[in-house]
């Protein structure tokens, strides 16, 4: 379970399965286990978030069962009252996080923040009915296919060719593939290859042209048109733009 917390600012964007999320402070993003998503962000001082893992055996030893509750909505405003208890165990874990301190009483406060932290979401998100998408685990065949586009985005890829190698036809793995992730898989592995890109245009002093060859991309110039279309600047301008004030954590 990965719980993404924005504490400053509003530093961008969340895929989470098939639904889009515009990262907004003090909101709190539930993502349950195996479900794809990825994040288009830019972190600096005015824009933090942290996130926490929340590991499955620890979890399942904790609620007591063998199968973990699946927890929705995705989005939440920990702002609002009904969850002014999950905001203050939230709060105590990132200030941890953020300002690391080893003593002892700390250890036991973040120790009990982080049962208090479980306990709300079990009290508040266990899902009680019809599940939607965005809150299901991926079947098998879909993560493999996800893991291979992920693992192969530089590579030129066939998506006929993937689609066989699970035995589908091109037509239904498109359409099964777009009902769980919200886009087609040549959508998807084109979101990939601009996200791999961004991240290089900000941490190396790579030319435009070797990035777009190092991520899929057939040409500098397709590459140039779809970038600015996804992010509405060149590459030049968002290198120039974010990379001296890009923060990783």
């Known amino acids: ?58 979890l399942r030893t904790v609620v007591d069962q063998e199968t973990l509750p699946v927890w929705g909505p995705i989005d939440l405003d920990l702002e609002e009252p009904v969850y002014q208890s999950l905001h203050r165990a939230v709060k105590t874990l990132v200030a941890h ?19 208090q932290l479980v306990g709300e979401l079990v009290k508040h998100l266990t899902v009680r009915g019809q599940l939607v998408t965005d809150q299901l685990p991926l079947p098998h065949p879909l993560r493999q296919a996800v893991s291979e586009l992920q693992d192969n985005y530089a590579e030129p890829v066939a998506i ?18 777009k009902s769980y992730l919200g886009v087609s898989p040549k959508a998807y592995l084109g979101q990939i290859r601009l996200e791999r890109a961004a991240e290089q245009l900000l941490t190396t002093q ?42 990783w954590s």
Not at 3 to 24: E, M
Not at 107 to 113: K, Q, R, S, T, V
Not at 163 to 173: D, P, R
Request: proline share 3%; net charge negative.
């Open 97 to 115: 996080a953020v300002a690391p301190d080893n003593d002892r009483a700390t250890y036991l406060i973040n120790l009990g923040a982080e049962y």
């Open 206 to 247: 790579e030319s435009i042209q070797e990035i777009a060859r190092k991520t899929g991309f057939r040409t500098e110039k397709n590459f140039f048109v779809t970038f600015k279309q996804h992010y509405q600047m060149t590459p030049k301008t968002y290198r120039e733009r974010y990379a001296a004030r890009q923060v």
């Open 160 to 177: 006929a060719d993937l689609a066989a190698e699970l035995n589908y036809s091109s037509v239904y793995f498109s359409r099964y593939f």
């Open 1 to 58: 379970m990965e719980l993404t917390y924005v504490y400053r600012g509003t530093p961008g964007t969340a895929h989470i399965g098939s639904s889009t999320f515009q990262l907004q402070e003090h909101h709190l993003y539930v993502i349950n286990s195996e479900v794809v998503h990825s994040f288009e962000t830019i972190l600096d001082e005015a824009n933090q978030v942290v996130t926490l893992l929340l590991p499955g055996v620890w």
